[in-house]
């Protein structure tokens, strides 16, 4: 239950701030005038699906040990190390579904509340935002739904300390040999 809990948490955790990341990349994209901008933010959204999850993970694992980067505080086999591969990991998807509810607002609604005095803020906070909600909770749903069965990004980043419901079902099944736990797990998980 525990564990269920802790990754209910972690999925929440990273969808949010999946959210918060995206979005500006996704508005630019959706609304720069300059096809050169769009394209390279195009191309560098599309790069990591060109490289598999676990290349991804095992990338994370050198920037988060201290090898490259020397963190304040451990990065490395902690949840928030795997915070930060669960949230790179998801970005891709969420800027594409983002930038796709985006591009269906129509900038003239943008134009009309900051021509009657609306500050920037509020015209997003008022118009963008409620109209690109389509977008937001398809991002949301797919991101949390990916987070809540990640295997690998835990497994790797977590070292064995962070456990999420696919490594204890994992755990059950391969460690134990606990089959029918594992499976029964996995059904109520």
Known sequence: RARKAATVVLSAATTGLTLVAS????????RTPSPRVRSTLLVLTLAPFFTGAIVRTYAWV????????????????????VLVGLVHF????????LAAAISHI???YERAAASLGASPARVFR???????????????VIVFAWTLSAFATP???G???VKMIANVVR????????WPGGAAFAVFA
């Open 126 to 140: 008022r118009v963008t935002l409620p109209l690109s909600m389509p977008g937001v909770v398809s991002g949301s």
């Open 155 to 157: 497994e790797l980043l």
């Open 106 to 108: 129509d900038p003239v």
């Open 23 to 30: 979005y500006p990349v996704a508005y630019v994209l959706a």
């Open 62 to 81: 050198l920037v988060l040990g201290n090898t490259v980067v020397t963190w304040p505080v451990p990065m490395l086999f902690t949840a928030r190390g």
């Open 159 to 161: 070292g064995g300390r």
């Open 171 to 178: 755990d059950l099944a391969l460690d134990s040999f606990n």
């Open 90 to 97: 998801s970005m891709p998807t969420m800027i594409l579904l």
